[in-house]
């Protein structure tokens, strides 16, 4: 931190004021209660101010009320108004009711709003700390105010503080302070509330079935992302199509510095791919935040063992476990994900040198070897290469190309290689004069 405020000696416990826009269900809720119930009473006296009015039931989790008043913790609501200078005034009524001397803020709204309140105390030696959770480039996009707001407000705030480095990097070109200015604190968890939990009593709460494997994903789920476009997209699809065990929506990719590219395709039946996949990882699907799979699909090859190193190439698990199992595939052609590149990611939008391409590669064949052990596939399948093609809904040269390659690479006899390609390029030629290709 650049400063460090601490209790004059004999003095009374300093009145620090959090702000925050919700006690709903995000996050942010949850690291201000941490932080609030950390503080020594005995050097702080802790205080909370809500932006969402109390009655508005659907921004506030009770049980997350409960938890700030049992902890002693003082909560109080704004005066919430669609004239947001009735807010920054019942921010402002606030900070001087309860004597704050250090303001801390958290997230985008309560950092102008709040920040705009406590300049009024700046004279009287308020001291102001801003703090972001998040990047809020969708946000600032809708209300370019509230970025001007930033950029103004950064003259009379003494900290700031960014949950990771690509949130400080976000900050710092956005607001344009240079990134000395931002400290990063990682968000932290209450480690005993993952202690002493009984599995099976877990599942019983959750009403989870006992006897079937559970996925936990853990991430933001934010408009910007359009999961529930794609959500909805892909049930449409498992509706209409029985076969179908797995939906890959095309995507646009948004990069940090505002350019974005689609990586979209026609919609399209992909067919199998357990020929394509059973010797090397072949990519037919999307990123992760991109795709969708039948739970029952899902359960064929999880769990992995965990010896290997594939927490970093999650995509690849899922997309080539989905092929070998025998998952038939759909394209879904219109965009339904922004996809961002933010700078943390593990792979995407990053330069590797030969050593980490190579290494990158052996997880991938390793990751084949195993799941084809794992499903008892036989050691050749090259021979049912022209089979699968035909179960593709419109085949482009990239696939026709590819299954050729696989036949070239198996461990057929030269006369079962010529056959199998002779019969994928009469299906790949009729195919095309028939318009169906």
């Not at 300049?119 to 998040?134: D, E, I, K």
């Not at 996009?141 to 976000?170: F, G, N, Y």
């Not at 394509?276 to 990123?287: S, T």
């Not at 990239?398 to 009469?426: G, W």
Request: aromatic share 8%.
């Amino acid at each position: 931190m650049h400063h460090d405020y601490v209790r004059p000696n004999g003095g009374s416990p300093i009145h620090v004021g959090m702000v925050l826009t919700t006690l709903g269900h995000g996050g942010v809720p949850e690291v201000v209660y941490q932080l609030m119930r950390g503080l020594p009473t005995d050097r702080f006296c802790a205080h909370l101010c809500v932006l969402k009015r109390e009655e508005d039931a659907s921004n506030v989790c009770p049980e997350r009320a409960e938890r700030f008043s049992a902890a002693g913790l003082d909560v109080s609501f704004a005066h919430d108004s669609s004239r947001k200078i009735e807010t920054v005034a019942s921010v402002a009524d606030w900070i001087a009711d309860r004597g704050i001397a250090l303001l801390h803020t958290h997230s985008n709204r309560p950092n102008v709003v709040g920040r705009m309140a406590g300049a009024l105390f700046r004279s009287q030696g308020l001291a102001v700390v801003a703090h972001y959770h998040n990047q809020y480039d969708d946000k600032w996009e809708r209300d370019p105010a509230m970025l001007s707001l930033e950029r103004r407000l950064v003259a009379s705030t003494d900290a700031m503080i960014a949950v990771s480095e690509s949130v400080l990097r976000h900050v710092a070109e956005n607001i344009g302070v240079d990134e000395q200015r931002i400290d990063v604190i990682p968000n932290g968890v209450d480690a005993s509330a993952f202690t002493g939990v009984d599995r099976n009593d877990a599942r019983r709460a959750l009403v989870l079935d006992a006897t079937r494997p559970v996925v936990g994903l853990i991430g933001r789920i934010t408009e910007q992302k359009g999961q529930d476009d794609f959500v909805e997209a892909a049930l449409a699809i498992y509706e209409r199509r029985k076969d179908v065990g797995f939906v890959a929506a095309s995507h646009r990719v948004r990069f940090s510095d505002g350019t974005a590219k689609e990586c979209a395709e026609d919609e399209r039946d992909l067919g199998y791919s357990i020929v394509r996949c059973h010797r090397q990882p072949h990519w037919v699907g999307a990123p992760t935040s991109c795709l969708s799979m039948r739970r029952s699909v899902l359960a064929q090859f999880l769990p992995f063992d965990s010896r290997f190193g594939w927490r970093t190439c999650a995509d690849e698990c899922l997309v080539v476990g989905a092929s070998l199992v025998g998952a038939r595939k759909h394209s879904l052609g219109t965009v339904h994900v922004n996809y961002r590149v933010h700078g943390d990611n593990a792979w995407h939008g990053r330069r590797y040198d030969a050593a980490d391409r190579l290494f990158r590669r052996l997880e991938g064949l390793r990751l084949c070897q195993t799941l084809r052990e794992k499903l008892s596939l036989p050691d050749e399948l090259a021979m049912l290469a022209a089979d699968e093609f035909r179960t593709m809904e419109r085949p482009s040269r990239r696939d026709y190309r590819h299954y050729c390659r696989v036949v070239q690479d198996s461990r057929l006899s030269l006369i079962a290689k010529l056959r199998a390609r002779a019969d994928l390029l009469s299906t790949y030629w009729f195919g095309r004069k028939r318009g169906k290709i």
